[in-house]
């Protein structure tokens, strides 16, 4: 079993940062894969960043901006956000997954944390 929480979101401008953590239980955070999600109002919960290992992956709305890291002596995961648009704001999750399949897809995790609400004002 592992417990995620989140923690970072807020509100922000325009072209402005923000840093998301997400804080797990557990001794073996090392071995999951581990996600970042969002969902916006009226909208399904959509792909951001996944990492396992030395791999890592990035929604094709967030490449180039968000850059998805771990502290594994902390069991901490975290998103920082850069040049952060009007149209990132949503609750952003943190997931993790054991058997790491799709890394992709809400399917693929088995934990999830509650979210932080993220909103970017124009």
């Known amino acids: 079993q592992v417990q995620l929480v989140e923690s970072g979101g807020g509100l922000v401008q325009a072209g402005g940062s923000l840093r998301l953590s997400c804080a797990a239980s557990?001794?073996?955070?090392?071995?999951?894969?581990m996600g970042w999600f969002r969902q916006a109002p009226g909208k399904e919960r959509e792909f951001v960043a996944a990492s396992r290992w030395s791999s890592t992956y990035y929604g094709d709305s967030v490449k180039g901006r968000f850059t998805i890291s771990r502290d594994n002596a902390k069991n901490t995961m975290y998103l920082q956000m850069n040049s952060l648009k009007p149209e990132d704001t949503a609750v952003y999750y943190c997931?993790?997954?054991?058997?790491?399949?799709?890394?992709?897809?809400?399917?693929?995790?088995?934990?999830w944390g509650q979210g932080t609400q993220v909103t970017v004002s124009s």
């Open positions: 997931a993790a997954s054991v058997a790491w399949l799709a890394p992709i897809r809400r399917s693929t995790y088995d934990y």
């Open positions: 557990g001794r073996t955070f090392t071995s999951y894969g």
